[in-house]
């Protein structure tokens, strides 16, 4: 019943922005972390971004450029990513661990994922 739709990939140029989103749906009791993750061409998924409460942490490939934050009322991860370099080029997963409303135990569930390129 849980899912998460991100938005906000596409195609843009190096040094440009761009703002991922991801909206969590179903029958959630609660969100304990939200975060993202990418996996590029030949390379193993990895950690971009989390959020859990007010911490955060960042790959530090991406420190300083990208920012994560919440929107708990609407279930909402948002990544505000700058200054995009081309070895950002990857697809995005968005990531929630939860409870669900008939479940027992607290899950991680992800999103389809989202396209990001970056190149001239």
């Known amino acids: 019943q849980v899912q998460l739709v991100e938005s906000g990939g596409g195609l843009v140029q190096p040094g440009g922005s761009l703002r991922l989103s991801c909206a969590a749906s179903g029958s959630i009791f609660s969100i304990n972390s939200m975060g993202w993750y990418r996996q590029a061409p030949g390379k193993q998924r990895e950690l971009v971004a989390a959020?859990?409460?007010?911490?955060?942490n960042y790959a530090e490939s991406v420190k300083g450029r990208f920012t994560i934050s919440r929107e708990p009322t609407k279930n909402t991860v948002n990544l505000q990513m700058n200054s995009l370099k081309p070895d950002d080029t990857a697809v995005y997963y968005c990531?929630?661990?939860?409870?669900?409303?008939?479940?027992?135990?607290?899950?991680?569930?992800w999103g389809q994922g989202t396209q990001v390129t970056v190149s001239s």
């Open positions: 990531n929630a661990e939860l409870l669900g409303s008939y479940s027992y135990r607290r899950s991680n569930y």
């Open positions: 959020i859990t409460g007010g911490r955060t």
